[in-house]
């Protein structure tokens, strides 16, 4: 048998010097041998002598490369706002970052008065008294904050507010604090609250309460430095033993919320079952609601003289400020027109400054959020160091937070988008930008969009509508749902399923199980706000979807379908939920599972009550 084994290799041979005096190492290179035919199977195998031949090039390998150039830094044309941290830097506010700065800044007086004001209250609450520090204990370092806050018309001056802050992160658990958790009022509470205000003319006051922390009573033994600037004299060496709440404090906002609570509860209220920060209350037949997100109020009545009993009442136990007619609210602005009964939520101030952040205030504008070519997935994060390089300096984390804060409050049209720019927040790629960069252009557009409530007395009705397998990654199916009340978006959610659907109508199934959970609890509330209790009819698309959570059809096929998914058809029986079949052109749930064209993104939008 004839072998033919013709090996081109390259040999490296080391000649080590041995002697003490010379220890190097020599390198060089063999010359490629060419080993003739071996014959196998003979008493004897036969080599011919090697031949020598010279070394062997190739193409691929041995071509002139071109130096490497270092990588291109962004600059002022590209959209990227890498450089740009914060919002206040856009605008040029600067704002002092501890004492020494502001005592020399220009706007030293404005800082200093209210460092005073804020000296003042917290004597006047009896915040604190000065002792010796015990020789187990440690002392917490404290330090004061500073904000400019620009007013609600511009014709009005900015506030200056000085905000004296203990250093909570030297706290210790079990020594310092126990429990840390206080809860604020849901968006879609307010939303709820908003649509009756609307639906009856109720009138809508603000409140907020000063220095609203410290009115929290302490139950364990905390110390504190004496404040910088403050330190009173012939007692430097004495150091704070806080008897109230402070700012910085990690038990501080539950210490506070249950002040409130124990407050609002003495005087008569009922605290909600459904949101532990929303309070009411029945005068002459007549409802009055107050909502609480930390220090901020929000109260509707149908008879004035009633919220200015309520006014009255929390003056006495706190120090407020009464803000008069709500204007706005975390960041959103409330437009009311009393003639048409017509109340708008909009956010085109914020929209407006992050716009301006993210150089995008100039942008091209868009029809739709995102458009049917991007096809996102983790294949196109960066992989290579230049794409690692160019995206580290992107602020994509927080340009997708930022958006996200605005679909949160008022803009169910962007669900589906931010759903998916957000899966991919740990590592993007260029693409990723490019959608968000997208988001933005249809915002610039849209800056001027809002939330309409009106006086349709239309009750609780959902639409839900799922992407079978939508993700392109896992596979995984999007939900999508969204509850409006006299036609106006309440609550809205765009989000992956947990599992992997083998049908879209096992997905369809999964997203109006998970609808169904949002619409039991928004029935709840709604009922207890105005007393309207009914079955709530959710919308879907899906005939076999809709049949299944009726009987348990196609066992084979829906056995495997997880048990918490199946809880649907006792409410469906029970006649709490109904669901109905709707046409898939009139599905407004439709724009927050795909992308859809431009005429059917504006019709969904408008069934939503999202105006433009």
């Known amino acids: 048998l004839l072998l033919r084994n013709q090996v081109c290799r390259w040999s490296i041979f080391f ?18 041998i060419n080993d003739p035919p071996v014959v196998v199977g003979s008493s004897v195998a036969e080599h011919s002598s090697p031949v020598v031949q010279s070394p062997q090039h190739f193409i691929a390998v041995d071509r002139s490369r071109r130096a490497p150039k270092p990588v291109k830094r962004l600059k002022k044309e590209c959209n990227v706002a890498y450089a740009l941290s914060v919002a206040e830097e856009i605008e040029g506010v600067a704002e002092p970052s501890n004492y020494s700065e502001a005592i020399t800044s220009a706007d030293c007086n404005n800082w200093l008065t209210a460092m005073q004001d804020e000296m003042e209250s917290l ?3 009896g915040t604190w008294d000065l002792v010796k520090l015990p020789k187990d204990k440690k002392s917490v370092c404290c330090k004061w904050i500073f904000k400019r806050k620009e007013a609600m018309s511009p014709s009005e001056p900015a506030r200056y ?13 079990g020594i310092d604090f126990n429990d840390v958790f206080s809860p604020v009022v849901k968006h879609s509470s307010i939303r709820i609250l908003l649509s009756i205000v609307a639906m009856h003319d109720y009138e809508l006051e603000q409140l907020d309460v000063k220095t609203a922390f410290l009115h929290g009573e302490l139950e364990e033994d905390i110390y504190m430095d004496q404040p910088e600037g403050f330190v009173v004299s012939g007692k430097e060496n004495l150091v704070c033993r806080l008897k109230k709440s402070l700012y ?70 706190f120090e407020m400020k009464d803000l008069g007619a709500a204007k706005k609210i975390l960041g959103v602005e409330i437009i009311r027109d009393r003639k048409s009964g017509m109340l708008y939520l909009s956010q085109r101030g914020y929209i407006e400054k992050v716009l301006r952040r993210f150089n995008m205030h100039d942008a091209k504008p868009v029809s739709t959020p995102l458009a049917a070519h991007f096809r996102l997935s983790s294949a196109l994060c960066p992989v290579s160091d230049d794409d690692i390089e160019y995206m580290s300096r992107v602020p994509y984390s927080s340009a997708v937070g930022s958006l996200m804060y605005a679909m949160v ?9 931010l759903s998916v720019v957000s899966r991919f927040m740990a590592n993007p790629g260029k693409e990723h930008w490019k959608a968000v960069q997208w988001i933005f252009r249809y915002l610039r557009g849209t800056s001027s969009a809002c939330l309409q409530f009106g006086k349709s007395r239309d ?24 509850f409006t009340i006299g036609g106006c978006a309440v609550s809205w959610k765009a989000s992956l399923q947990a599992t992997v659907a083998l049908s879209t109508t096992e997905a369809e ?12 609890w928004l029935r709840g ?37 997880d048990v918490r998914y199946h809880f649907i058809r006792g409410v469906v029986a029970d006649g709490d939920v109904k669901v109905c079949k709707i046409s898939t052109h009139d599905n407004p749930a439709d724009m927050m599972t795909k992308p859809v064209p431009v005429a059917k993104f504006e019709l969904c939008s408008s069934l939503v009550g999202v105006k433009v």
């Open 123 to 125: 004597e006047k609450n």
């Open 509 to 520: 199934y999964m997203a109006i199980s998970e609808a169904c959970k949002e619409a039991i």
């Open 161 to 173: 507010k000085a905000r004296l802050v203990a250093k909570g992160y030297s706290q210790i658990l």
């Open 409 to 417: 409050c008022s803009r169910p049209d962007l669900s589906h988008a």
């Open 15 to 32: 000649n080590i010097d041995s002697t003490p005096e010379n220890n190097n190492v020599v390198v060089q290179d063999a010359p490629i």
């Open 459 to 482: 009750g609780l009705v959902g639409y839900v509508d799922s992407d079978y397998a939508g993700d392109l990654d896992k596979r995984r199916s999007l939900t999508g749902y969204v």
């Open 525 to 561: 509330l709604y009922s207890e706000l105005c007393g309207v209790s009914s079955c709530i009819t959710i919308h879907c698309d899906s005939q076999s979807a809709i049949c299944l959570t009726k009987d348990q059809m196609f066992h084979e096929r829906t056995k495997h379908i």
């Open 248 to 317: 910085g404090l990690k038990q501080s906002p539950r210490q506070w919320y249950k002040r409130f609570d124990s407050f609002m509860l003495s005087h008569g209220f009922k605290r909600s079952d459904y949101d532990s920060c929303v309070y009411l209350k029945t005068v002459n037949g007549s409802a009055i609601y107050l909502l609480l997100y930390v220090d901020d109020m929000l109260i509707a009545a149908k008879d004035k003289s009633e919220i200015a009993k309520l006014k009255a009442q929390l003056s006495k136990e």
